[in-house]
């Protein structure tokens, strides 16, 4: 008999989630697929980068506040990719 109360779904959520978090971290701990992760984050951010700066560009018309805003934007993109391959390498070592 198939159970449908709220526990029962919290249960196989937990277990889909944990077996799902262990299936990734086993994934990621493979050379190759860690390497292609880490491009993928690159290029997404850099890609990220790229359009709002043609936002930015686009629609902030004061030169300051323009500089300003691109500077904060790449920062900002640049940390979140150092962060996000700064947290593959963790996977990757303490797997």
Same mark, same amino acid.
């Given at each position: 008999? #198939?159970?449908? &109360?709220?526990?029962? #779904?919290?249960? *196989? ?7 799902? %978090? $262990?299936?990734?971290?086993?994934? $990621?701990?493979?050379?190759? !697929?860690?390497? $292609? ?17 043609? #936002? =930015?560009? &686009? *629609?902030?018309?004061?030169? *300051? +506040?323009?500089?300003? +805003?691109? =500077? %904060?934007? %790449?920062?900002?993109? %640049? +940390? ?13 070592? !303490?797997?």
């Amino acid at each position: 008999m #198939v159970r449908f &109360d709220s526990f029962a #779904v919290c249960e *196989y959520l937990r277990f889909v989630s944990f077996s799902g %978090l $262990l299936f990734a971290f086993a994934w $990621l701990h493979a050379p190759l !697929n860690a390497i $292609l992760m880490a491009l993928l984050l690159i290029t997404l951010f850099w890609h990220t980068a790229l359009g709002l700066g043609v #936002v =930015i560009k &686009d *629609y902030v018309h004061e030169a *300051y +506040a323009q500089t300003v +805003a691109l =500077i %904060l934007m %790449l920062g900002t993109c %640049l +940390a979140l990719a150092i962060t996000g391959v700064g947290a593959l390498i963790g996977v990757m070592i !303490n797997h």
